[in-house]
């Protein structure tokens, strides 16, 4: 017996001990499936790694909101906007924000209608002047308004390379805009521009020619190359014809009409020179025809027609056209136009 | 089958220098026309590209050659001598017909040359290769 009550504290430690042990164990062998220190029961995302700040969740965008509240995970945000930015600083999170880069107010879903006309500045083609719906927030045409959009000629064209009226006596028996029209299209049909593209300007029209390609004395070139880029370089079985393209520069002409029909000055606008692409790209903005409206307005002595030519050289080794300002060849551009409209 | 090392160097320097002379001409002319206006700099840079190299080997090769005594004893292996010859008649003749060709292209004559620089580089390096190895091998 003695034996036994010397060894009970032995006993009660060993005990303690193997508790203690016991205890350890269970730390060690506590789930933690994402390994982040944190086991399974108290991660609030067990399955993917985070820290203990955010309940063992991660904030990926380091922003102080745990990716599984965050709106924007990927983002910095503030936490009022659930983790969400707000990069215009007009209180609608970017999520939420129609235009996340312009300020504006909440009714307008955060984006700004400058001119206050109920047309957002996003929709608004003419954001700094209060318009209609029905108009893309323009004003209503008037016929001093400048208003750059489809169909309609700038009011203010880029400076031409050659400015050429066609006297009034050159068109018979005009009444309309329409005659006007008729009679021109057709003496530029006669001289091959088949594609015109009509443009609405000011209280009249204008009518845009396609790029062309011209010799250096403002003749058109032959058809083959007339309307392409392709510099002429047939090379006929002629010995000083093959010498002319060896030791002389081709460089390529290029020119194109812009009939004004207007009782109103054209005055230009200060916005630089014209580029050819730029050129060649405005008649996809107009129409097959001149608009009806327009052509049935009666014309007065103060109608004018006025050509406006827009010229460009390409040097042979350089890769762009350059606008010519002003043309070498001054009045003469118009001469077989001119022809036409006097045949009968 | 041999043959002299100082005819075949003459008749290879005669070849060279007899065709930079003539497309220096036309470069020459190209320059004082309206040809090449305001892209004188590139068009003579793809000159200097194209035939300057290979003809400092030569010309080098020949004033080294000429002071050395012993030049007429010495033979070169006919096939050596006609393959750098050969080839060098053929790269020159390309580079001559680059300028002679532009007007059948309707391409402008820098944008040409620029794009000759694709099939003319790698003969430029089998023929300098060819060139190296002729005036090595002579015995």
Known sequence: MKHNICAFPYFIIVFLLSLTLLNSCSILFQRDTDRDGISDKSDACPETAGSKNYQGCPDSDGDGVADKDDACPDAAGMPEFQGCPDSDGDGVSDSNDGCPDAAGPKKNNGCPDSDGDGVLDKDDRCPDVKGTEANNGCPETTEAMIIKHKG???????????????????????????????QLAKALHKNKYTRLSYFTFKDGFAVVTQMEQIDKNAKPVIDKYRWIEQVQYDVSFSLSRYLELLFNAQDGHYRCFVF????????????????????????????TEIDPKI?????????????????????????VASFVFPSANQGKHLSPIINKLNEK | MKIAFEIAQKKLAILWFAFAAVIFLLMFALTISSKLNGFTKEAWAW??????????IIATAFVVNSNNGQISDRMIDRFSFRLAFYLSLFYLLVILMVILIVPFTGKGMVEFMAESNLYVGPVQAILAAVISIFFIKKT
């Open chain 1, 152 to 182: 309609a000629f700038p009011s203010e064209p880029p400076v031409a390379s050659d400015v050429q009226k066609i006297p009034n006596a050159h068109f018979k028996n005009i009444k309309t805009l329409q005659d006007i029209d008729t």
């Open chain 1, 260 to 287: 004004v029909v207007s009782k109103n000055p054209i005055t230009f606008s200060n916005d630089g020179n014209p580029t050819k692409i730029e050129m060649v790209d405005l008649p996809k903005n107009g129409a």
């Open chain 1, 295 to 319: 052509a049935a307005i009666k014309t007065t002595s103060q109608y004018k027609v006025t050509a406006l030519v827009y010229e460009f050289i390409k040097p042979e080794n350089a890769k």
């Open chain 2, 47 to 56: 000159f200097c590209q194209v035939i300057l190299p290979t003809l400092s």
